[in-house]
């Protein structure tokens, strides 16, 4: 019996290695963020959400704000667009069905991570919401288009309303204070939806109208569907809008979940989503201003020229290449939303950006499951994020929200997309 | 199905197609299932044998290693794209050797049963 005695105790060691420290959490947030080395146990660190209803609970936010429900029983909200006359649309759905599992742990790990999300079936439209009396009560709820295909990115540019669906980009004909759309959509391009592994596509329109931004998740973690599923993946598209004629923006960008025009210097600014399974304190995700023609790393290396011995064929040339993000926002921490701020939201986030954390799943102490505020001077982030919603996870262990997408309404609110118990909140200085 | 692992890893290794490190994957999860079913009827053999140990003990134990072995290749082999590697590829070839012996072992039982 020796033998086998010490070979299963060795692997109750090794298991009990791959999930025990390591987690407690680093100076990870910022311009130069501490980066360990790469680890990796049998078992990758894992702990799901652990999904309850609000129950008359709400997230907490800072002294001198207050939060509110604004929709409720939503079909899993992911991304908003506040339309000049105050209405809010509300871009519902989930993508990315077709992406096979290719190993037993695929079955395996996608069965434990539909745990940690929403059960309700996919929306495929967009609802608009109407404050009518402007109370703060959105008391008109109507669905403006359905049919569509996990929409997620949405911009408002010279009468255009352009929706990001999973597989296309289209574009509604908008009048100010309709509460339905006219008619379909009309078809500006094609993106790439083969697998679409990471199917969310971002969206953000050039201050004139002219070119819209749209952002391609990658097809895998980091390349274990192989190269020719990274095609066209894993980048920033800019689209012609009246042409539908697209090129490569940026690249080397894992999953860029959100884009935002910087007010003031017409900036491209994205929040992306880094690599999983080397370890709880790697890889950080970040916010970045977007350099045309740049690339950020993925799949060769990350945070500039840390080489990934994951990927073969490796590539020296391309980690040359790679430029360092601006702002660590901390490991698997899932940056989904981002939108710039404006003096009507306080003093004290008047300069800077609200970044949506949806949370993670690849860490024994969660990280995320917030919105924080990255602030900025001069243009550039300046100092370490501050809370700005949270208690979306509870001291219970229990999770009641998951933010997707953040934006800031001109007059003086924070939206926010929750995407576990099917929730817009809004958040409004007293 | 050890074996196809060893074969495909060596493909993978070779050609960096991660195909090959899907069809080990699967090889070895197909492996451990009739590794298990081995494994049960060592254990039922091992527990109704006239007279234990020998042999039979060596052939179960063998197995158990075999098959501990295995899962923690297949986890191995749960590791994204090259991460399994190198440490895949020498399991594989360790778990396949094991299970040669044991075919091996099991057949010459079988000669020394006839003979009784």
Known sequence: MRPSAILSAAIVWTLLGACGGGDIDPAQAGPAPQLPDPQRGLLPGMTIANPAPWDGRQPTVPQGYTISAIATDLKIPRQTLILPNGDILVAEGRGGDDAPSLKPKDVIAGYIKSKGTTSVESGNRLTLLRDGDADGRYEQRTVFAENLNAPYGLALVNGGLYVANQDALVRFDYRTGQTRASGPPVEVTDLPSAINHHWTKALAASPDGRYLYVGIGSNSNITERGMAAEVDRAMVWVVEARTGMHKPYATGLRNPTALAIQPGTGQLWAVVNERDELGPNLVPDYLTAVREGGFYGWPYSYWGQHVDQRVRPQDPQQVAAAIVPDYALGAHVAALGLAFSTPAMGAEFADGAFVGEHGSWNREQPAGYKVVFVPFRNGRPAGPPVDFVTGFLSDDGKTRGRPVGVTVDPRGALIVSDDLSNTVWRVIPE | ?116
């Open chain 2, 1 to 116: 199905m050890f074996l196809g692992a060893v074969l495909s890893d060596f493909a993978y290794a070779q050609s960096y197609q991660i195909q090959w490190t899907n069809f080990a994957s699967w090889l070895i999860a197909g492996g451990l299932v009739f590794a298990g079913l081995a494994l049960l009827c060592a254990a039922i053999d091992l527990v109704r044998a006239e007279r234990r140990g020998g042999r039979v003990l060596l052939y179960t134990l063998l197995l158990l290693a075999t098959w501990v072995l295995g899962l923690v290749n297949a986890l191995i082999h749960g590791k994204d794209a090259w991460a399994s590697m190198p440490a895949g590829l020498v399991l594989s070839i360790i778990v396949a050797f094991l299970v040669i012996a044991l075919t091996w072992l099991g057949f010459a039982g079988i000669r020394v049963g006839g003979a009784r």
